[in-house]
């Protein structure tokens, strides 16, 4: 490597060095961010039941779920919710079902679980949609600790 070579690239090497250096970076101020529980006011009235045992079963360690979907095919997406069960006879009364909460236009929620039937009171362990039969229409999958709902 010639002289002048050697000279440029290390003239580059402390330019690039320089630039990567700090002088001292600002802080931008905090941000203040408050979320607001609004569920039940929208009408999303849901009380999940763990149907926990205090034995630690496997399938009593996991949540449930919930997924959004077009259920009315009005453009606005509904909130389905998966609910829990109890492993032994000690299920409370009434027995913990899915719901399904219709999206009135984005202003508010309303459970049209009982009108769509699906309130299926499995031991739920989560849900999925898809469009399954190729209709364009959202299908619900429910996988519970049992027997699966379609």
Do not use: K
């Amino acid at each position: 490597m010639s002289r002048s070579a050697l000279h440029l690239a290390l003239a580059w090497a402390a330019l690039l060095q320089l630039s990567c250096q700090r002088e001292g970076s600002v802080q931008a101020p905090p941000i203040s961010v408050q979320f607001r529980d609004v569920a039940e006011t929208m009408g999303l009235r849901f009380d999940h039941f763990s149907g926990f045992s205090g034995e630690y079963f496997y399938v009593e360690t996991f949540g449930s779920g919930a997924a959004f979907i077009d259920f009315d095919s009005d453009g606005y997406l509904d909130v389905y919710l998966v609910n829990g069960a109890s492993l032994a006879d000690t299920t409370p009364e009434p027995r913990p079902r899915n719901q399904l909460f219709r999206n009135e236009s984005a202003r508010s929620f309303q459970d049209v679980t009982t009108l769509s039937g699906a309130g299926h009171g499995g031991y739920g362990m989560g849900c999925s949609v898809a469009d399954v039969e190729g209709d364009g229409d959202g299908d619900l999958f429910v996988t519970n600790f049992g027997p699966d709902v379609f």
